[in-house]
């Protein structure tokens, strides 16, 4: 005979503590996180995939107990995610051609001209989600191997990271990869000084809440203009096609990212002279579309 | 999808508590059902949309091999189609060694121990065959398992007989460096109104415990405040995060047999609870009466203002306290009573003082991503032996450094 009973509560004080649609960005934004996570070592962990980053995206539980611990209450299924690409203008106007196939027209608060990996833009990214580098890449992925264990040591043993590729590349690499592999980083750093030409590829941040598209109206490196950026719905144009992002994931309570990938290779523009080229960036163009395309139908199952 | 597979009844151990029936040295699953379970998941789960493997048993570890096929399968179907495959194995450690951690770490595989804490209670549960505690054999494997993978989750079962070293335990756990902890009261044992007084003691002195820990900074996982700190900041949306028998969640037996959560598969003979099997499916007549069954009101709970925090919600808790899963037990209506007001003292006390790890743990959306990270960068450093101040240090350095090496001038 158990010594209990079921005994309704008929009222009960409400927590102190705000519910979480009462609790401003700009209130967390006055108490910052600080973590030992910087920029570039986040970006080089996420291109390594370690830890369930890069090509598995964040969600590495596997139940609704895993996802509350990862997720500390919260399921992420994927993560943001930088995609490199020397053609941003080609990104964005497919970006936007998708989303408008799909019945979305995207606003221009949801579009943001960013300039490369200007800090301050960075610290945002990261504020909704650390960015990934497009880790579908060959080059760049091992890159930032390589980068990592130049400048923090040997690379041993990270978990779940792709370390014997990483190590048998590491022994493997000939002269010629290896200077391959310099000119990445060293494009990428230009990239991040913000001395690299306009030509050379660019980098943006996708993300529902603020999705920062950089556009060719203002250059990709210069600073942003009053201009309204390409993605901006013309004058007159219904209201009800217009789906704010950043409401529908506050009411649906996802963070999602999940357009990765689209990377092609800096330096190496698009020409009539270089077939290979021309074949590489349209085949990084389809990759991109059918990302896009898996995030919209994710958007749309969650009701968005 | 959530497809828990029970790769085996046998089991090394016979603790008192274990719901999962009775243990069959020989009732495996073999690799032919659990090759179709998945294939079955992958066939009726949408393109794209991730499914969760969670591996169980009994002892899942005994059948070692299964769940290796199992992973390769997986990541065969992954590289086919894209499709994302996670995976969980709940274990007793027991069985648990240095290669196989090697093949989790390698294939991003969440490890859940079960531990229930200090020798004395765990040993009050978790004997072997002959009756024997296993605490001394699991404890240097429990550091081994830290030491490999730093995500991995405890599950201690608190009963009324181990309740009394409840707090203890848990903050030999944190001592360990565990970070995950998930308690897992035993409603179905036989709690009385003094050993929920201690229980009632021992949570107090988490909470203590969770507070000192948030003022210094020190993240961890312990569900009992943490989910109800959340049920009520996320409200609604946690609502639907919960589970609904049967629907994207389902267990399958080592027969093939399907089952709408864990706790229904038992000894795999109860035809009431079965919604299927690996071969035909789903029976969604069956499973549609069982989900109406769960989420009619119940008429017990009626006017309570808990309702949205409580757990009355879940059929396997139902299932195992009262045999049926549209009732609810008095022993669960008296824990969540007590347990919520101290929950909710824990999250009163750190927002009182703007505890900016219970904000960022509690609102911000990016803090799984940037704790991950950091647990990450911290295990890789630990590693090493390399001190995280040094490590912050090479950091502030990385810009300058790597731009004079990609340009030859260091």
Known sequence: MSDFTIQPVPRMHAPRFPLRDAFTESDLNSQPYRTHVSRPLAMALAALGVGGLGAQGLNLGSNQDTSFQLAGGMAIPVGPTIVETIDPAAAQALIARVFAEHGYALRQRDVEVAEGLEAERWDRARHVGVAMLGAEDFSTELAWAYYLQRTLGEFEHVPNDPRDRIANWLQSVSEKERMEVETVIHRTERHRSGTAPEDEGHLMVLDPRHLVVPTTSTGPFNPPTSDPPRLAPQPGESSQMTVSLESATSTFSISPVLITGGYMPSGMAATPGNPSTIEQRAEALQRLERQVVEYIEYLQRQGI | ?410
């Open chain 2, 1 to 410: 999808m959530h497809l828990t597979l029970h790769l085996t009844h046998a089991c090394n151990l016979r603790c008192t508590y274990c719901y999962t029936g009775e243990k069959f040295p020989r009732g495996h699953m073999s690799e032919k059902v659990a090759i179709r379970a998945i294939d079955w998941s992958h066939e009726t789960t949408p393109p794209g949309e991730e499914i969760d493997i969670v591996f169980f048993g009994g002892e899942p570890l005994v059948r070692r091999d299964t769940l290796e096929r199992c992973v390769e399968h997986s990541q065969r179907l992954r590289a086919e189609t894209r499709r994302p495959f996670f995976f969980k194995v709940i274990t007793n450690g027991l069985l648990v060694d240095e290669a196989f951690l090697e093949f989790a770490n390698r294939h991003e595989i969440l490890i859940s121990v079960s531990c229930d804490g200090v020798r004395e209670a765990h040993d009050a549960s978790r004997c072997d065959a002959l009756g024997r505690g296993t605490w001394d054999r699991l404890e240097p494997r429990l550091r081994l398992i830290r030491r490999e993978n730093p995500y991995a989750q405890v599950t201690l079962v608190v009963t009324p007989k181990s309740v009394r070293w409840l707090a203890e335990s848990v903050e030999w756990l944190f001592g360990l460096r565990f970070r995950y902890l998930h308690l897992q009261v035993q409603h179905e044992a036989e709690w009385d109104r003094r050993s929920f007084r201690e229980l009632r003691r021992q949570y107090r002195r988490l909470a203590e415990l969770y507070v000192a820990r948030m003022r210094r900074g020190e993240k961890f996982f312990l569900n009992c405040f943490d989910s109800k700190i959340h049920s009520y900041i996320q409200g609604e949306t946690l609502a639907h995060q919960r589970c609904s028998v049967g629907r994207g969640q389902v267990s399958v037996a080592p027969s093939g047999r399907m089952y709408p959560c864990v706790s229904f598969v038992g000894a795999d003979d109860r035809e009431e609870h079965r919604v299927g099997d690996v071969w035909s499916g789903l029976d969604e007549e069956k499973l549609a009466g069982l989900a109406c069954r769960m989420q009619r009101p119940k008429p017990s709970c009626e006017g309570c203002a808990l309702t949205d925090r409580c757990s009355h919600w879940c059929a396997c808790l139902n299932m195992r306290t009262t045999g049926r899963i549209d009732r609810v037990s008095p022993v669960v209506c008296e824990h969540e009573r007590m347990l919520m007001p101290i929950a909710d003292w824990v999250g009163n006390t750190l927002w009182k003082e703007r505890n900016r790890l219970f904000l960022h743990k509690f609102y911000n959306r990016a803090y799984p991503v940037l704790s991950h990270l950091e647990e990450t960068l911290e295990h890789w450093a630990e590693q090493r032996g390399i001190s995280l101040d040094a490590v912050d240090e090479a950091i502030a350095n990385l810009p300058d450094e790597s731009v004079a090496f990609a340009t030859g001038k260091e």
